[in-house]
T-cell receptor, first 113, second 114 residues
Framework: ETGVTQSPTHLIKTRGQQVTLRCSSQ?????VSWYQQALGQGPQFIFQ???????GRGNFPPRFSGLQFPNYSSELNVNALELDDSALYLC????????????FGDGTRLSIL | AQSVTQPDIHITVSEGASLELRCNYS??????LFWYVQSPGQGLQLLLK??????LVQGIKGFEAEFKRSQSSFNLRKPSVHWSDAAEYFC????????????FGKGTTLSVSS
C-alpha cells in the first residue's frame, strides 16, 4: 500500500507571502490531519478534514486554511506568512475515529526569510 | 484540557542496556495513547497504541508500554537498546474534542552510546 506523501519536501518563502502544501493520503484513509512542528518541539494540531469538511481545529489563526478533495488528498494553505511559521508541517491520514492510529508523511520543511 | 508531559528532554543509554521513557497525560476520560518515533528529517512512525484491555501493550521494534491509570502514565520500555534506536520519541493522547486530534508531548531525544 502507498503511504502518506507530501510535497514539496522543502520550501523557502518570505514574510507576507502565501504558501500551499500538499498531501496524498494512505490508500483507503478518509481523514486527514495537519500538524505544525517547530524546531525542538512536538507536533501541534492545526486542523483535521473528514469527508471534505473541517472536523476540528487547534489554536491556529484563520490564515491557516485547508481543503480535502474527493480522493481524500489535502492542501494546507497559509496566508500572510510570518517568521514564526517556519516549521516542519506534517500531514497524517487515518480512518475516522479517535482510536484510529494516524499515519504520517515525512513532512514539508517551510523556511520563512 | 488534555496534555502530555514527557519529563526527560534527553536520555543517553549504552547499547544493550534497558530503556524506559516516561510519559504522563492529563485527560478526563479513558485515554487513547500512542508512542511515535521520529528519525532526523523524517515523519513520525507509530510504535504502539493503547485503547483498552491489557495494560501492557507490545509494539514494533521490540518496544512495549504499560498504561497505569492510577499514575496517569504510559511509559515506553525496551529491554535491550540498539544503536539504531537513537531518535526522538513522542508520546501522544487522542483528543476527541477537536475532531480526533493527537496531543503530543515535547518529545525525548534518545542517544545510544557504544
Amino acid at each position: 500500500e502507498t503511504g502518506v506523501t507530501q510535497s514539496p519536501t522543502h520550501l523557502i518563502k518570505t514574510r507576507g507571502q502565501q504558501v500551499t502544501l500538499r498531501c496524498s493520503s494512505q490508500s483507503g484513509h478518509n481523514t486527514v490531519s495537519w500538524y505544525q512542528q517547530a524546531l525542538g518541539q512536538g507536533p501541534q494540531f492545526i486542523f483535521q478534514y473528514y469527508r471534505e469538511e473541517e472536523n476540528g481545529r487547534g489554536n491556529f489563526p484563520p490564515r491557516f486554511s485547508g481543503l480535502q478533495f474527493p480522493n481524500y488528498s489535502s492542501e494546507l494553505n497559509v496566508n500572510a506568512l510570518e517568521l514564526d511559521d517556519s516549521a516542519l508541517y506534517l500531514c497524517a491520514s487515518s480512518f475516522a475515529g479517535v482510536n484510529q492510529p494516524q499515519h504520517f508523511g515525512d513532512g514539508t520543511r517551510l523556511s520563512i526569510l | 484540557a488534555q496534555s502530555v508531559t514527557q519529563p526527560d528532554i534527553h536520555i543517553t543509554v549504552s547499547e544493550g542496556a534497558s530503556l524506559e521513557l516516561r510519559c504522563n497525560y492529563s485527560y478526563g476520560a479513558t485515554p487513547y495513547l500512542f508512542w511515535y518515533v521520529q528519525s532526523p528529517g523524517q515523519g513520525l512512525q507509530l510504535l504502539l497504541k493503547y485503547f483498552s484491555g491489557d495494560t501492557l501493550v507490545q509494539g514494533i521494534k521490540g518496544f512495549e508500554a504499560e498504561f497505569k491509570r492510577s499514575q496517569s502514565s504510559f511509559n515506553l520500555r525496551k529491554p535491550s537498546v540498539h544503536w539504531s534506536d537513537a531518535a526522538e520519541y513522542f508520546c501522544a493522547v487522542g483528543a476527541k474534542q477537536a475532531g480526533t486530534a493527537l496531543i503530543f508531548g515535547k518529545g525525548t531525544t534518545l542517544s545510544v552510546s557504544s
